[in-house]
């Protein structure tokens, strides 16, 4: 099977990452996997940089870490593709298929509420997954669902709860969501627990990944790494 990370901060794209994108690049290719999402809070969320410059320059330091990690993956041979975290007040979303030229044309989605963004990103053919939907943390004032603004669900995540987790199950499978895992490693090698997705066959880009996602073709898998991190 071919494994992808699909929920990955990075330094200093992500101000709360404790990796630079090299070591956890490197880290992904020691233990055999075939690719990488990297997955940065974007500029509604734990940016990196100071959030009063102007649109464009947050972009071009949010995206300056996607674009060092394509150079690195290329010369470790490790895929890497794009995608975002979105947020609102901890409530968070991965969003994939769109990259950085659509985000750069469109600054009104700083505006909008997510209830608008949401359906509009995916409108623009994003894959949206609300990501650990009942993580429940002292800065979150409390749990908010959008069923009808997304398409699944984030139902393991290896930093949460076997109960957050169970929850997530449970909204996913009432609401007919598409089941979705990822690590949201921000540490590297450092994060012991991990999830993501495996296909039978290698992915080529983020749109043949979105396929298989919704198709079925790309399944759910959970694993600890031992100390010398080996699968
Ligand atoms: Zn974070
Ligand atoms: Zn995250």
């Known amino acids: 099977m071919y ?16 990796a630079s994108v090299r070591e956890n690049l490197t880290f992904y290719k020691s233990v055999g996997y075939d690719g990488v999402f990297i997955t940065n809070h974007f500029l509604d969320g734990n940016v990196g940089c100071d959030k009063s410059l102007p649109y464009g320059e947050q972009l071009d330091f949010y995206l300056a870490d996607y ?29 994939y298929g769109l990259d950085g030229d659509w985000y750069r044309a469109h600054p009104e989605i700083m505006d909008m509420k997510k209830s608008a963004e949401l359906p509009y990103l995916r409108e623009a053919g994003a894959l949206v ?48 969501l598409l089941r979705f895992a990822g690590s949201d490693n921000h540490r590297a090698g450092g994060q012991t627990d991990l999830a993501g997705m495996e296909c039978k066959t290698p992915v080529t880009d983020e749109a043949d990944f979105i396929d298989r996602v919704r198709t ?3 399944r759910i898998f959970t694993w600890t790494h031992d100390t010398e991190g080996t699968i």
């Open 3 to 18: 494994r992808y990370e699909t929920h990955l901060h990075t330094a200093p794209a992500s101000k709360c990452a404790r």
């Open 67 to 95: 674009e060092e990690g394509r150079a690195i993956g290329r010369e470790i041979g490790l895929k890497v593709f794009f995608g975002v975290e979105l947020s609102h007040g901890g409530t968070d979303f991965l969003v």
């Open 129 to 176: 997954i609300q990501a650990h939907p009942f993580r429940e943390a002292g800065y979150i004032d409390h749990i908010r669902l959008f069923p009808r603004c997304i398409e699944g669900v984030e139902v393991v995540n290896a930093c949460r709860t076997p109960f957050e987790n169970h929850m997530a199950e449970i909204y996913a499978a009432e609401y007919g």
């Open 216 to 218: 079925g073709q790309a």
